[in-house]
């Protein structure tokens, strides 16, 4: 059966995973695309992502080669019983009362949160990768830094205006430009709270550990799945990458300063600080960052947790992914939401009902009830899990039973979605919206 193509045009501002997967979606629904870069190629800053089983879900749902795309650069968990482990969850503090040379050189998992998949972990770059290869080169337009946004009034198309100078036009807009979003201050202005993300008091410190060196540090069964090291003020994530062969470390720290690089979000630090920030952990930890490399990449946690965003649209013109709900990462859930918004939109954008440039702002109507309260609970749960980890959250403290009840808890919400029931659920608050239009019109 042929489908019909579409006789509008998207536009989506941003090449990250948000953008890719949903210019992937579109375009293989028959729906005109063109996708805007601000840099010269496509990229992402950072080292690992993992997916919850909701996001592998909506992969399979937006377009089958973003799931194998997925597949072919995650690795898993090495060992073959701990596949659906999504971490071991450690005291990375005490190191226990005993006094064996075993106890005294690491510490032994608590508990230990399961789910269908367990973990995964791709490596940013590699995955973009895979995803550039299916859509054509002539969609995408590189160095676009876009700067405005105007409805021409005689045919009601959207320009768009770009800092080269350059100039192009569109039906509808959907921002996928990250934390920093211009398409969000472009809804919400400028001056409104949330037209910029807010520092969340942490901060992490990223390296790379060749396994062997690992196994060495900590033992083969620590280093070869994923972990989570608690502490007071403090965490770190451990978990293969690079198919086995290297250990990804990720080690938070809360502060009460704030961050001084603003609008960068990262900067150079040192192991020697690392050490400092963790000085009194158990041997785990510090025997862990004592690998590292001597100069470390730390990365400021920011959100859009204090101001959430209080609409994903204006008009016509839409924002998806970290745009409309930046979150920090201590669900692992962040992008993984983000293919979420691009089912919905590819479900909604293609429905045989959206016709008119009025459609299309009833799309984004049904996008903004259908994500917005979802997305911005996961922005919300994510603080509070992060100070779980941390022995900071109200009510929950240092108490790891309280802890592991919270994680189940939390990630089930996450994962436990029905995601072609979230498309026709999004479907059938368009039916009403449209509805609403005719009779306005009439």
């Not at 072919?72 to 005291?91: A, E, G, I």
């Not at 230990?112 to 972990?121: C, H, K």
């Not at 209080?310 to 008009?315: A, Q, R, V």
Request: overall charge negative.
């Amino acid at each position: 059966m042929v489908s019909q193509r579409k006789n509008f045009r998207v536009a989506v501002v941003g090449g990250g995973i948000a953008g890719l997967t949903l210019a992937i979606s579109l375009h293989h629904r028959d729906i005109p695309v063109t996708i805007y870069e601000q840099a010269e190629a496509f990229g992402e800053v950072g080292a690992g992502v993992s997916f919850s089983p909701n996001a592998v879900e909506a992969m399979k749902f937006c377009h089958q080669g973003i799931h194998q795309a997925f597949e072919k650069v995650c690795t898993r968990n090495l060992w073959p019983s701990k596949q659906d482990v999504w971490f071991d969850y450690l005291d990375g503090y005490h190191t226990g009362t005993s006094t064996t040379a075993k106890s005294a050189s690491r510490q032994d998992i608590a508990f230990t949160i399961r789910n269908s998949l367990g973990q995964n972990g791709v490596h940013r770059a590699h995955f973009l990768e895979e995803l550039i290869k299916l859509i054509p080169h002539d969609i995408a337009r590189f160095n676009k830094h876009l700067e405005t946004i105007v409805e021409r009034e005689s045919d009601g198309k959207l320009l768009m205006k770009f800092a080269d100078g350059t100039e192009d036009e569109a039906d509808v807009v959907l921002g996928c430009d990250g934390i920093k979003s211009q398409v969000r201050q472009l809804i919400v202005g400028a001056d409104h709270p949330s037209a910029k993300p807010s520092y969340t008091h942490k901060y992490a410190y990223r390296g790379l550990i060749p396994m062997e060196k690992a196994i060495e540090a900590v033992g083969e069964e620590l280093a070869s799945n994923a972990c989570m090291h608690m502490g007071p003020g403090g965490h770190m994530l451990t978990f293969p990458v690079n198919q086995g062969k290297t250990l990804n470390i990720v080690a938070f720290h809360t502060t009460p300063g704030e961050w001084s690089d603003y609008p960068r979000l990262t900067r150079q630090g040192t192991r020697d600080e690392a050490l400092r920030d963790f000085a009194g952990y158990g041997p785990n930890v510090i025997n862990l960052l004592k690998l590292t490399e001597k100069e470390l990449s730390v990365w400021a946690i920011f959100d859009l947790g204090k101001d959430p965003v209080p609409t994903f649209y204006k008009g016509r013109v839409g924002i998806a992914g970290d745009a409309a709900h930046a979150t920090s990462p201590h669900h692992g859930a962040g992008a993984g939401f983000c293919i979420e918004d691009t089912a919905v939109l590819a479900t909604l954008l293609r429905d045989k009902r959206v016709q008119t440039q009025g459609d299309l702002e009833a799309v984004l109507v049904a996008y903004d009830i259908s994500r917005r309260e979802r997305s911005q609970w996961l922005v919300q749960s994510s603080r509070f899990i992060g100070d779980c980890y941390e022995w900071r959250a109200e009510n929950v403290g240092q108490d790891f039973k309280r802890i592991e009840e919270a994680i189940n808890y939390r990630n089930g919400v996450i994962a436990n979605v029905d995601i072609d029931q979230m498309c026709e659920h999004a479907k059938s608050i368009l039916g009403k919206k449209l509805t609403c239009v005719t009779k306005a019109s009439i």
